[in-house]
């Protein structure tokens, strides 16, 4: 079992990214922790915010306050959602934040069922919960809760291996052919890729490139594969070598074999769906390249973006290592182009995409109005002392997914209170 812990200053970005995929039926609320109750078991962004907004705006210096744990059992392992339930609250009360407000979502997106878990990282104080020596203790966690509950424990040999083979690849290693080789017979076994310009992206992120090379021999067209070592400037810094040095499985015809046999696995069983909503919700919560980049590879996505000498964006490759398939952006459809996302970044175009998006979310929020204006807060939660008309403009007004461009009514309710409550602070002293 894998725990991966992040960390951020944008919470409806987070719940937004949990609940689209709830909506889209590929994730389930499974258990909530210091969250409101509704009257029907459904929950939104603005309600489960609610919940939060007590501790963030007690906080006093924390810069992160935001917490998204994604917790991966092996494959192997047939996790039931009671067991999911306990594992969870386990894990967060080990990790120091069992008194935290958290909601648990299992996502089945992949094949690989897992669940997320939202919080907060401060208390109801303000004061930042410790998280020292985080990834030594939540490994000891892991470990306790596997040999508990029954589930596989990754061997030695296995993390070893899985590590010199994820490694990328270093230009002034003595023994760059056999890293190299490491790679290039392993990524054909468990990715799916359907060109060699897929190819290539996927390879790259373990600096490595391919090219291919045509020539005659006794009269007949030959074609095969070379490869070189990337430094950090992407530029090609060692001698080639010869893809039949890496054996059958790394040459020419094998590599078309494959290409074919990805085409027709992915025609068989499309699963764009999942990575599409999953790059929606990023392109709709973040307004630069960078911010983008490092929310879907929190996600397990890597981003490969090609531009010319005038910084023009002419390609971009998704590499989703949950699915394990390289998705070239056309693929995925045309909203998700290298020219959509070069106008985006560069001259601050809004998408059709994020256009589709927006008016969903108006949509959304408008036939919710009526709902959040009956809803009332459960008994345990009066100590927030929430003023429900307030609130439920606020909900009525607020983005159900944060706009890139407009204005956030939710964020400024938000702001205006950490301000009145500075004032207030001052005038006590």
């Keep these: 079992m894998v725990a991966k812990i992040g960390r951020g200053q944008n919470l409806k970005g987070v719940l937004s990214y949990n609940q689209l995929k709830v909506e889209k039926e590929n994730a389930e609320v499974l258990f909530t922790h210091k969250i409101l109750e509704t009257s029907d078991g459904h929950y939104s962004v603005a309600q489960m915010f609610r919940s939060f907004e007590p501790y963030l705006l007690a906080n006093r210096k ?35 934040y ?20 939202v919080s907060v990282c401060v208390d109801e104080e303000g004061r930042k919960i ?27 040999n296995k993390q070893q291996q899985n590590k010199k083979t994820f490694n990328p690849v270093d230009y002034k290693t003595n023994d760059l052919k ?21 190819y290539n992206a996927l390879l790259s992120l373990f600096n490595i490139t391919v090219e291919e090379v045509k020539g005659e021999l006794h009269g007949k067209s030959k074609n095969g594969l070379v490869y070189f070592a990337l430094n950090e400037s992407e530029e090609k810094t060692s001698n080639p070598f010869k893809a039949s040095l890496f054996g059958k499985t790394a040459g020419y015809q094998q590599l078309q074999n494959h290409f074919e046999e990805s085409k027709t696995v992915l025609k068989q069983n499309d699963k764009r769906q999942p990575i599409k909503t999953t790059i929606e919700t990023a392109l709709q919560s973040t307004t630069n ?34 699915s394990k398939i390289v998705w070239n952006g056309s693929r995925l459809g045309k909203e998700f182009s290298a020219n959509i996302f070069n106008d985006h970044w560069n001259h601050n175009i809004k998408s059709e995409m994020e256009e589709a998006v927006s008016l969903q979310t108006k ?27 307030e609130d439920g403009l606020i909900e009525a007004l607020g983005s159900l997914l ?5 204005e956030d009514y939710e964020e400024i309710d938000f702001t205006n209170k950490i301000k009145k409550k500075r004032k207030h602070n001052r005038g006590q002293k």
């Design 130 to 156: 410790s998280d020292s020596y985080e990834r030594m203790r939540s490994m000891d966690v892991c470990r306790d809760l596997e040999k508990k509950y029954g589930l596989i424990i990754p061997t030695e």
């Design 98 to 117: 069992g008194k935290q407000p958290f909601v648990v979502f299992k996502h089945t997106d992949i094949e690989r069922t897992h669940i997320h878990i």
């Design 402 to 406: 944060p706009e890139a461009k407009g």
């Design 62 to 96: 924390t810069e992160k306050t935001v917490l998204h744990i994604s917790i991966n059992p092996d494959p192997k392992d047939n996790v039931s959602d009671e067991k999911f339930n306990v594992i969870a609250q386990e894990y967060m009360q080990k990790m120091g």
């Design 289 to 322: 390249e960078q911010d983008f980049k490092k929310q879907l590879t929190e996600r397990g996505i890597s981003i490969v973006v090609r531009r010319n000498d005038t910084e023009r964006i002419y390609g971009i490759t998704f590499v989703d290592h949950n």
């Design 178 to 198: 056999s890293h190299i080789a490491s790679v290039v017979r392993y990524l054909p076994k468990y990715y799916q890729f359907q060109s060699l310009g897929e």
């Design 363 to 389: 949509i959304a929020q408008s036939n919710n109005i009526e709902v959040l204006s009956v809803e009332k807060l459960h008994h345990l939660f009066d100590f927030l002392n929430l003023d429900k008309h």
